[in-house]
């Protein structure tokens, strides 16, 4: 069985930096597409970050160039560095994971849609 858990959330004021964390067990000789999504109160779950298995990542435009994602395939784990946070990044950030084809196009959209694994989520709060 398939388990992720993110770590790494807290609250920061606005400029500062988070690295969120999320590891990956159960999935012993397997490789997923993976993702970082987040979702604000009252708004929907979108896209931050996804990285298909030949390592393709896909930014969304409100955080290229402030955020990271990088993977440690020895530790399992998947991890996105937060730099230059503005309250508008506030939300639950969720991981998620996927050993089924996913196309580039699904891939590239942020789809938050037909992802088989997320993790429970962990809170970041940015304040201005």
């Known amino acids: 069985q398939v388990q992720l858990v993110e770590s790494g959330g807290g609250s920061v004021q606005a400029g500062g930096s988070l690295t969120l964390s999320c590891v990956i067990s159960?999935?012993?000789?397997?490789?997923?597409?993976m993702g970082w999504f987040r979702q604000a109160p009252g708004k929907a779950r979108e896209g931050v970050v996804t990285?298909?298995?030949?390592?393709?990542?896909y930014y969304a435009d409100s955080v290229k160039g402030r955020f990271t994602i990088s993977q440690d395939t020895t530790k399992n784990t998947l991890n996105l560095q937060m730099n230059s946070l503005k309250p508008e990044d506030t939300g639950m950030y969720y991981c998620?994971?996927?050993?089924?084809?996913?196309?580039?196009?699904?891939?590239?959209?942020?789809?938050?849609?037909?992802?088989?694994?997320w993790g429970q989520g962990t809170q970041v709060t940015v304040s201005s």
């Open positions: 998620a994971a996927d050993s089924y084809p996913r196309s580039v196009a699904t891939m590239s959209s942020l789809s938050p849609g037909g992802w088989t694994y």
């Open positions: 159960g999935s012993t000789g397997a490789s997923f597409h």
């Open positions: 990285r298909s298995k030949d390592g393709r990542t």
